[in-house]
Nanobody, 124 residues
């Protein structure tokens, strides 16, 4: 069984910074794409940033130039550095990873795994 555990959320003033972390654990063969999503109250969950296994990145337009996604493949961890935060960034942030597992009975499979979410509040 595999899981993602997030950390780093909290309350920050507008213009401030936060760094989110998300660590994968369990019987992991490898991890393909890793990403951060967010869901604000009353809104649908949206993709914030994505990073491939090779390090290619993609960002939602409103966070370009302010957020940076990175990953440490040796630690099975993805990060989201958030700078110049705005009140509109307030949301629950979720990480997601496409995790490759291997078992004797089922062989190789790709599991879409979500973290539990961490709240980011940007307010003065």
């Amino acid at each position: 069984q595999v899981q993602l555990v997030e950390s780093g959320g909290g309350l920050v003033q507008p213009g401030g910074s936060l760094r989110l972390s998300c660590a994968a654990s369990g019987s992991i063969f490898s991890i393909n794409n890793m990403g951060w999503y967010r869901q604000a109250p009353g809104k649908q969950r949206e993709l914030v940033a994505l990073i491939t296994k090779g390090g290619n990145t993609n960002y939602e337009d409103s966070v370009k130039g302010r957020f940076t996604i990175s990953r440490d493949n040796a630690k099975n961890t993805v990060y989201l550095q958030m700078d110049s935060l705005k009140p509109d960034d307030t949301a629950v942030y979720f990480c997601k990873a496409d995790i490759v597992v291997n078992s004797r009975t089922q062989g190789y499979r790709i599991l879409e795994v979500w973290g539990q979410g961490t709240l980011v509040t940007v307010s003065s």
